[in-house]
């Protein structure tokens, strides 16, 4: 015990609803120190002044983003920043030997024509682009484990995807058919002040929003592509609820064998998740809520087969903030620093 050395980490970008996730995982995570918290709007402030509930634990300040004292004082670093910003710090962290996990847009994609049509912004840091590995740990586990820069999934890729990738890889759909349709609380919105987001806008409401254009779209269409084998076009339609966390993603798509049945799927997908310990299958008849999930890395899948139709309905519930964001970031740093995958995590959801 003698020899024992927690890793230093940092968190740009620390004040937003996926910093502070961050914050309070690490704090809890056994082999590494939260030493460097960064951002600009907020810089000089403690952080208990902003999150004044983790008062009694974190006694840091934000700092302003420096690329240098963030290297000098950190192994890894966490950038939840917005799209655009992450391209502009990563590449002088990985220079000198950092391990970075973005949480933005900036790393999702090997084509960066895709990410600059969608996002609008023109990027010069091709090779750095080139270098990172999709975070999204039961597809990509092995090229994580050898990565040194890791682009995290947004939270509604993570549900659709864990729901989508069985039926895409095993052949089992016409994969042109699928759609997904997906709700999300408001916290997937971030903390800035948006008139949508207010409770008397809101509360009691329902709405469909990015319809035909939500920039997880080619972020989803990327993945499935690749699993297919051929480029796929899908259809994504997003959906704000009125609640603070979790989302579930409800796909459609048709079997290419009309005789499969309920069972039959279940039983595949419980193989293919078979190592994913985030990964949870329910039983047959059972449709997981996001309330499972919440607080919680994990993901519960529900599957059903239409026999009229002969579709597959495969529902994901996660909760946004964790499994959707901070806790898979934080279980990819672990892959990366050949930890245990469920370290630090937590595996149970707040519940009621």
């Not at 949870?280 to 890395?297: E, F, H, L, R, V």
Request: proline share 6%; charged share 20%.
């Amino acid at each position: 015990m003698g020899n024992f050395r927690r890793v230093p980490v940092g968190i740009v970008g620390a004040s937003g609803y996926g910093g502070v996730q961050l914050v309070r995982l690490l704090m809890d995570h056994p082999e590494v120190e939260l030493v460097y918290l960064g951002g600009d709007s907020t810089a000089g402030k403690p952080f208990a002044d902003i999150y004044p509930h983790l008062a009694h634990t974190v006694n840091l300040s934000i700092e302003a983003v420096d690329t240098e004292i963030i290297a000098h004082r950190c192994e890894v670093v966490f950038l939840s920043v917005p799209n655009g910003l992450a391209c502009q710090i990563a590449p002088k962290l990985l220079e000198k030997g950092c391990k970075v996990l973005d949480l933005s847009a900036d790393y999702r994609f090997s084509n960066l024509a895709t990410y600059t049509a969608w996002y609008g912004k023109q990027r010069q840091d091709t090779d750095t682009a080139a270098t990172a590995v999709y975070g999204l740990p039961e597809l990509y586990r092995d090229r994580i484990a050898e990565a040194q820069l890791v682009g995290c999934p947004g939270c509604y890729p993570t549900a659709s995807l864990l729901a989508l990738s069985p039926l895409l890889k095993q052949g089992l759909i016409i994969p042109e058919t699928a759609i997904i349709d997906a709700k999300s609380g408001t916290s997937g919105g971030g903390r800035e002040a948006k008139i949508n987001m207010l409770l008397a806008e809101a509360d009691n409401s329902l709405a469909a929003y990015g319809v035909a254009r939500h920039r997880h779209t080619p972020e989803i269409e990327q993945i499935c592509s690749e699993l297919a084998g051929h480029e796929l076009t899908i259809q994504f339609t997003p959906h704000l609820i009125p609640m603070v966390r979790g989302i579930l993603s409800t796909v459609y798509a048709s079997l290419r064998d009309p005789g499969l049945v309920r069972d039959d799927l279940i039983t595949i997908y419980r193989a293919f998740y078979r190592n994913s310990a985030w990964v949870k299958i329910c039983d047959p008849g059972i449709y997981p809520q996001t309330k499972w999930a919440c607080g919680s890395n994990l993901c519960y899948i529900g599957i059903e087969v239409d026999p009229r139709t002969g579709r597959a309905i495969v529902m994901s519930a996660i909760d946004n903030l964790i499994k959707g964001q901070a806790g898979q970031a934080i279980q990819c740093m672990n892959i990366m620093m050949g930890w245990d995958e469920t370290l630090g995590l937590p595996k149970l959801g707040f519940y009621p």
